[in-house]
């Protein structure tokens, strides 16, 4: 296997070691509202009706508890295939738009590589990462530096999620729902999102997309999520020609 | 359980894995770069805090669908506490964390708000 040698290589990298260790510990924070969500998604899971061997393998590889815990409800009430797909299609759209970005960093990477390493980029990997680094690579391939503090991040966080979601399902009669656990996570996802709010065009998208999240929070599947992001675009891109930053 | 039934929860487990692995990659997925127009890529950078705090927004203000019509609720102030802490503290992602955990546990379980 050509990747086996290349690998050992860049993990012998003092530079990768260094960005490594600096990922495990950047994460640390981020890592409570994974945790945490970890949980709740897995008492969820337990809770639901369904057999063990089905949430075992969800819970390991499915590995995204929004789409987790909205589409649970559906496959134990029995629900067409497609409203299953198009609602985890809709909770996952936020993930299309990250994909943009880890273009510009992994692009030239080989399609294999690229799928692994945005399959284990959740949301706190993808915060975290795009704050440290917030300028990609000339040329789409990622430095040892940027590689291993990719890693470092998302196999914390993959870890924290796997621990968190096993001990949910196993132990979810000793979790007390007064904990309140699942808004930790929503705690988690605002932390990391106010570092991202670097301009003032950024902030007046940002703002107009949470107004227009809450006003059309009713609609279904997760919609509004679509309808927050379309307007970010649009008012951003009118601010960004009022202002002009950078 | 029925065949058919365990059938249909394999599927919908195999079609979300699959909906994972194609919509973190979307963009990945070419060798080739996408071709958009350079308007849209320019406003996508505007998308993906829009798309976080889409998660959160509704999650704080709302409570069974319905706008929050009492301020003592643990989740305001859980907030309110963590963008202070935020402000005064920058680009600390932990300790905004915990001080919005730390407010929210204190109020609901010291004082058993919703």
Not at chain 1, 160 to 187: E, K, N, T, Y
Not at chain 2, 9 to 15: F, Y
Request: one cysteine or more; proline letters at 5%; hydrophobic letters at 55%.
């Amino acid at each position: 296997m050509k990747a086996g040698p290349a690998w050992r290589a860049a993990v012998d990298d003092p530079a990768w070691r260094h960005a490594f260790a600096q990922g495990r510990r950047d994460i640390a924070g981020a890592a409570i509202g994974t945790l945490a969500m970890g949980l709740v998604a897995g008492v969820a899971m337990a809770k639901s009706g369904v057999g063990l061997g089905v949430i075992l393998a969800m819970s390991l590889l499915v590995f995204a508890s929004a789409s987790q815990l909205a589409c649970l409800p559906l496959i134990a009430a029995g629900a067409p295939l497609w409203v299953i797909v198009a609602t985890a299609c809709v909770l996952n759209l936020r993930f299309v738009v990250f994909s943009v970005s880890w273009r510009r960093y992994f692009g030239h990477h080989r399609r294999s590589q690229r799928m692994l390493l945005a399959y284990l980029a959740g949301d706190p990997v993808y915060a975290q990462f795009v704050q440290r680094h917030p300028q990609p690579p000339a040329a789409g391939q990622a430095t040892p530096q940027q590689q291993g503090y990719f890693l470092g991040l998302a196999l914390t966080n993959w870890a924290a999620w796997h621990i968190a979601s096993l001990a949910g399902i196993f132990l979810a009669d000793a979790i007390p729902a007064a904990w309140g656990l699942r808004f930790i996570g929503v705690l988690a996802l605002l932390a990391l999102a106010l570092p991202m709010l670097t301009d003032r065009a950024v902030r007046c998208s940002a703002l107009a997309a949470g107004a227009v999240a809450l006003a059309t929070a009713s609609w279904p599947m997760g919609l509004n999520v679509v309808a927050a992001i379309a307007t970010a675009v649009v008012a951003g891109t009118w601010a960004d020609r009022r202002w002009s930053p950078r | 359980m029925h065949l058919g039934h365990a059938l249909y929860v394999w599927l919908a487990v195999g079609a979300l894995v699959g909906v994972t692995v194609l919509t973190r990659s979307f963009f990945l997925l070419p060798d080739g770069e996408p071709k958009l127009p350079g308007w849209l890529w320019r406003g996508l950078r505007h998308a993906p805090v829009a798309a976080l705090l889409a998660m959160v927004v509704p999650d704080v203000f709302l409570s069974n669908g319905r706008l929050l019509s009492d301020w003592h609720d643990a989740r305001l102030f859980a907030v309110g506490a963590a963008l202070a802490y935020y402000l005064v503290r920058r680009n600390d992602v932990a300790g905004t964390i915990l001080v919005g955990t730390g407010t929210l546990m204190l109020l609901r379980l010291g004082f058993g708000w919703p």
